[in-house]
């Protein structure tokens, strides 16, 4: 557009502009009757407050949501209609301070999950030439660059120490109090804290799929979903919209005097029903992120406080995880047991299972032979199969009474290997608490009947078992305790687990480094391996459900009660609006009590 075109559109647009003002002071001057400038300019102020309030009601609408903001609208309209422009600009600043109070509420409900996002730094120094060479943004670390982190630094990048030794303090990840002693060549993981000397790590794996990175992540995805307040607080609002237009209407039949009606609108806004139930979820979150429990899904803290049955897997998670080879019996008569765990160790050695690290171990502690494998193939819940030496063998569950696994070589029996596997410490207490808590516990496992059973005993008896479970069956176990109209949490750590964990009501998982199959699948991940985390998340999350009742009932309480009094005449609309202004604050006070 040339400068004679745009100078011709600015002679038409000026004149248009004043006619357009004029006809707004003369529409609102004589066609709504104010009597002055200041009524103009309260009611423009209302328009202006009130459009963001009006443009989510119309988007709810259009939704099909239910929503309560259109008390606040009624409230306002009615204000404008009675000439009680004070009234109904205290009901927007009302809004607005609320929804102030709310942002600042949601601030310090996600303090500690800021905090667990800020501790990884934003650039890091690269080592190159025997030095620190340069500082990058960490973004830009590729898997292969090494990396220099000084005394007392959290780690940024998973990695393996270069450095010949290391101590780490893991406490933000496991829980572990003390320090681990790493060596040359061992796996450092983002998040944990460099507690000795500097050290230079090669960096296995870029920031945005380091260990660390991936906890921010569901961090971050459970604060920024919506959070399910159709669930617990709209069961409420129908009621409570419904006490309010009944008063409402009572006030009206009886006195015949619109102010009385807006000041019962009045105290009926905003409800306290859509500020206290998200505060309380993610000071619950918040609270669980303290214990090392990452809520991944807001709706989890809701579900979980339902729950009344519990499946829990049992190596890894009853267990700890780390089983040892007890013994090998060779079936085969002059087969050397050193081979047998040399053949074992081929196949296994790049298995995640956790019997697989015992059989590596195993070998390596006896000094067997280093064999290869090749054609491995591995059915999660069946075994793994390999050739060594040309020959195919195949490592599958054993036959005896115990844990253990079979070594064959088609329809032959090589060895037997039998493992141990410590019960968790706290596992007895903890499993009581549940029961004591009203839980059915049950224990799905792919181990043999005689070994599940002995664990059910050791942990007090009166637990439902199923045994040499594939993860087919498990989820099959989660659907017939489904059937039964229970409400289901599962507890695993293992790939094997993740169906089930993504069939059950709550999936629950203990993760490691080598478990992101079963973190994907879980709703709540807990960081490291305290069993006592499932006894904490359950006992947060029916904390955070009550507290969040708590305040719904303050709210509606007190709201109530104000909006008695208003009927009766006894509180005009503009000391309402004070009054509703306590109570949120009251409601929201109390939703905070969850980050505790």
Known sequence: MDDGAESRLLLFAIPAYVLLAIAAYAFLRYALRLDSWADIAMLTGIAAGSFELVSDTFASLRRGDFALDYIALLAITLGVATHEYLVAGVIVLMLAGGNTLEKYAMTQARSSLTALADRIPNSVWLFEDGSASRQVPIETVAAGSAILV????????????????????????????????????DSVRSG????????????????AESTYRKIIDMVRAAQDERPPIVRIANKYS?????????????AYAVS???????????????CPLILATPIALLGGMNAAARKRIIVKRLASIETLARVDAMVLDKTGTITLG??????????????????ALAIAEAIERNSLHPLAKAIVAAAREADAPRLRATGIEETVGKGISGVVDGTRYTLAKGEGEGMGMRLSAGKRAIADISFTDAIKEDTPRVV???????????????????????????????????????????????????ARGKTIAMVGDGINDAPALALADVGMVFSHEEHTAASEAADIVFLGGDFASVSDAIAISRRTIRIARESIFIGIGLSVVGMLLAAFGLV?????????????????????RARG
């Open 150 to 185: 000084r005394k007392g630094e959290v780690i940024p990048l998973d990695g393996t120490l270069e450095s010949d030794i290391a101590r780490t303090d893991e406490s933000s990840l496991t829980g572990e109090p003390y320090a681990m002693e790493k060596g040359r060549g």
């Open 238 to 250: 129908t009621v409570f919209t419904l006490i309010t237009v009944a008063i409402a209407g009572a």
């Open 192 to 207: 944990t804290v460099n507690a000795g000397d500097a050290i230079v790590v090669r960096v296995t794996r870029a920031d």
């Open 256 to 270: 015949h005097d619109p102010s009385r009606v807006l000041a019962v609108l009045v105290i009926a806004t905003p």
């Open 572 to 592: 005009p609309a503009i000391v309402g609006a004070g009054i509703q202004e306590a109570i949120d604050v009251a409601a929201i006070l109390n939703a905070l």
């Open 322 to 339: 780390k089983p040892s080879v007890s013994a090998i019996s060779v079936k085969e008569e002059g087969f050397p047991d050193a081979r």
């Open 432 to 482: 009581e608490r549940l029961r004591r808590g009203g839980l059915d516990i049950s224990i799905f496992t792919g181990d043999k009947e005689a070994a599940a059973q002995e664990v059910a005993r050791a942990l007090g008896g009166g637990i439902a078992i199923r045994a040499e479970c594939t993860p087919q069956d498990k989820q099959k176990g989660i659907t017939a305790l489904k």
